[in-house]
């Protein structure tokens, strides 16, 4: 069976209205919009939503509990340890962690061979969590990510249980990770051109 996604061009077209929304807004990563733009130049892709990546410091109640949390400190790039260091004194109650997650991208495909063919050059190029979230005639949709993460606890109820030297240290892995991941992010850039649309 050649699985195809139905009213792909009205899904593609309603995504594109929300992407142009989200960037008159300020709303999407700086560094990975010309990869959005190259992935929803082809015919038979389109982008969803994504993040290029974070390191952040966060407050929460318990840990996964995210709509409770608390962003102390976010950033889509490497940092200062006195960044991290003034995130940090913002702390007053839950716990207290530092982490990092490597970029995000779901994007809509065409064709079951489309997404395939998405996922395999993703994978070949790093990014080894990609996945196919979802097959069905309703929606093809392609996750990229990648296996850079972090979740280091710092505190709790405002103790800090560590100190500041082991803080530059994890500051030092985590711009490490970034490096890593951004580096990712610039070869799908490069290489996105050669997934030629197929016909549907």
Partial sequence: M???TKNFDEQKAKAMEDLRKALAENKVDEDIIPLLEK????????TTSSCSGRISVMEMPD???????VWLGKWHRE???????EAIK????GQLWFMVRSPILHVGARTLEDAVRLLNLA????????????VSHRKLLV????TERMDVP???????WVDEAYIERIVAIANSQVRRFKGKLKRLEEEIGGLTPQAP
Wanted: hydrophobic fraction near 40%.
């Fill in 2 to 4: 050649f699985l195809y």
């Fill in 123 to 134: 994978i070949g190029l790093g990014f080894k969590y990609s996945n196919i979230k979802s």
């Fill in 90 to 93: 913002k702390h007053s109650s």
């Fill in 79 to 85: 940092v200062e340890l006195g960044e991290v260091i």
């Fill in 154 to 160: 710092l505190g709790a109820e405002g103790e800090l």
């Fill in 63 to 69: 840990f996964g509990d995210k709509v409770n949390s």
């Fill in 39 to 46: 992935l929803n130049a082809l015919e038979n892709y389109f």
């Fill in 143 to 146: 996750e990229i990510r990648s």
